[in-house]
């Protein structure tokens, strides 16, 4: 049987490659790595998506080498969906700060929006630290975690 040897990729959906775009790379900093546009018959297949006009840019996180690619389906039929945090199926990615109050300051300032205010973790690993889940453009949940000192 074959093994899992590491963590290539995570991917997210966007309604608007541009306006996802500047949010990752302007707000949060991420680096773009590379930008693309996939047709390919093997991509339809895999997606399952005949026709599928496929956008995207992946972007690295900062001080890793893992990477977010953020995607753009196009000439596909598109139903937006609850992300809420407890509904099934949705995800989120955090970001380690180190110092969520400034950062989530910054955000707000700049019109981002979030499910509260920064909190602090009262117990399990994380307790003493930090964090908040700020919103995307699409509503996809970011947390921000300030590690306890």
């Known amino acids: 049987m ?11 959906q966007v309604t608007d ?16 790595v590379h930008v693309w546009n996939r047709q390919a018959p093997y991509i339809e ?20 080498d893992s990477v977010l690619e ?19 199926g949705t995800a989120h990615v955090a970001f380690r700060v180190d110092d969520c109050d400034a950062v989530y300051e910054e955000l707000t300032r700049k019109g981002v929006k979030s499910v509260s205010e920064p909190v602090t973790p ?20 970011i947390e921000l975690l300030q590690p306890p000192r």
């Open 45 to 64: 297949e895999l997606l399952g998506y005949p026709g599928v006009d496929m956008h995207g840019v992946v972007m690295r996180m900062p001080n890793s």
């Open 70 to 88: 953020i995607l753009e389906y196009r000439n596909v039929e598109r139903q937006a969906i609850d992300p809420g945090t407890a509904n099934p």
């Open 122 to 141: 009262t117990i399990g690993p994380n307790k003493g630290g930090r964090t908040v889940l700020m919103l995307d453009p699409d509503g996809f949940r």
């Open 2 to 12: 074959g093994a899992i040897t590491g963590h290539h990729h995570t991917g997210i």
């Open 17 to 32: 490659l541009e306006r996802s775009l500047r949010f990752y790379r302007d707000l949060l900093g991420l680096e773009v």
